[in-house]
């Protein structure tokens, strides 16, 4: 079976393609819910190529708009993070906007009568939470959350309800590193999405899964999940026990690693004591920031305890993969890859990744 052509992780155009029928027009995983901890508390975001201001209002609900003041065009927002009072002001020509969206005032605002505060508000951008984050959608009329985003783990481990044993909400982020990927976004996908790779460059990931090292991955499989080493206390760089587990995990998920691929851009992995979750920010043909965070118990976070072995074990995965993917980039723009490469039996499920992509850069997809 064949890959994509090269062009697919070079091409400028094929990537603007992406931008307006996969980010654009799909649910993207945008923020940790708890990173807007207080009404005026916001954080902008890179959606395909829109900049996305996500805010938490007065009612504490979590609103996103579009980063674009109506009067002139002007970035509300140039800072990726930070705390309004009660509302937002657009830098250029003070039009000002609540944390509902709505033009509160303007210079001359009053001799301006046919200016609808409601209709000249920011634009709305849809907006579910789940699992502690929260997700936006730019499509007028965004697809199902529950087919697209909640399906995903649904068909990976069988039934969306073993996702709930590990109280991803609940959680806490311990760590959050920011990856900067010389790397197109697909590239990551299909490196996550197997583990043909796994024993060649993941010496110290197939020391805690010792099935990795046959080249299978987890998501190879529904409802699988890699069973720890024998010898392997936790989920940790050296094997050595972890921090408390998750209580509510069930007894066939202990001592077991699970992965999940939510397209576009989402990965999950699930061990007893801790979640590690990667969101994608594709920026260019050939650069992805990756934000990851691990996630632990409140008490884990709160009390101080010594995350780094647990932390390190993924960061170590995370720098391989990466480097790996950096590898592949610049021969993708090589004329001995014009027509890709193949897949293993064992990549099977890429293909299927490449149909989806192919589906959805096609004009049926949007007749």
């Known amino acids: 079976m064949s890959t994509l052509p090269g062009a697919y992780y070079t091409d400028p155009d094929v990537f603007a393609l992406e931008q307006r029928r996969v980010f654009e027009s799909m649910w993207f995983c945008a923020i940790r819910a708890a990173d807007l901890p207080r009404p005026g508390a916001f954080k902008t975001v890179q959606v395909g190529a829109e900049s996305i201001l996500i805010t938490r209002a007065r009612d504490n609900s979590i609103r996103a708009f579009y980063n674009v003041c109506r009067h002139r065009g002007a970035r509300i927002s140039t800072e990726e993070s930070g705390e309004v009072r009660r509302a937002f002001q657009c830098p250029y020509h003070a039009w000002t906007y609540d944390l509902e969206g709505r033009l509160v005032a303007a210079p001359n605002l009053t001799k301006m009568p046919d200016i609808d505060r409601v209709a000249y508000g920011l634009v709305n951008v849809a907006v579910r939470?789940?699992?502690?984050?929260?997700?936006?959608c730019l499509a007028d009329d965004p697809p199902s959350f529950e087919e697209d985003v909640v399906g995903e783990v649904r068909a990976r481990l069988g039934d969306v309800?073993?996702?709930g044993n590990y109280d991803v909400a609940g959680l806490k982020v311990g760590r959050r590193i920011v990856y900067d990927v010389k790397a197109n976004w697909k590239l990551i996908v299909e490196n996550f999405m197997e583990c043909y790779h796994c024993a060649t460059i993941h010496p110290e990931l197939t020391e805690v899964l010792p099935e990795f090292a046959d080249g299978y991955a987890a998501q190879y499989y529904v409802g699988h999940g890699a069973e720890f080493g024998a010898e392997i206390q936790g989920f940790t760089v050296d094997g050595s026990s972890g921090l408390d587990r998750i209580p509510t995990i069930s007894r066939e998920q202990d001592r077991r690693y699970y992965a999940i691929t939510i397209k576009p851009q989402v990965f999950v992995n699930l061990v007893p004591d801790h979640v590690i979750w990667h969101r994608m920010f594709p920026l260019a043909a050939d650069r992805t920031?990756?934000?990851?965070?691990?996630?632990?118990?409140?008490?884990?976070?709160?009390?101080?305890?010594?995350?780094?072995r647990s932390v390190e074990l993924f960061h170590r995965v995370n720098t391989?993969?990466?480097?790996?993917?950096?590898?592949?980039?610049?021969?993708?723009?090589?004329?001995?890859?014009?027509?890709?490469g193949v897949l293993v039996p064992s990549e099977h499920h890429i293909g299927l990744f490449h149909d989806w992509l192919r589906g959805r850069l096609s004009d049926r997809a949007t007749a």
Not at 129 to 136: D, I, M, N, Q, T
Not at 289 to 308: H, M, N, Q, R, S
């Open 161 to 163: 309800a073993q996702i």
């Open 289 to 308: 920031v990756v934000e990851c965070d691990w996630l632990y118990l409140p008490e884990v976070v709160d009390g101080g305890a010594d995350i780094d």
């Open 320 to 340: 391989q993969d990466f480097d790996a993917c950096e590898r592949c980039q610049p021969a993708m723009g090589s004329r001995m890859y014009a027509d890709g």
């Open 129 to 136: 939470e789940w699992l502690g984050y929260v997700w936006v």
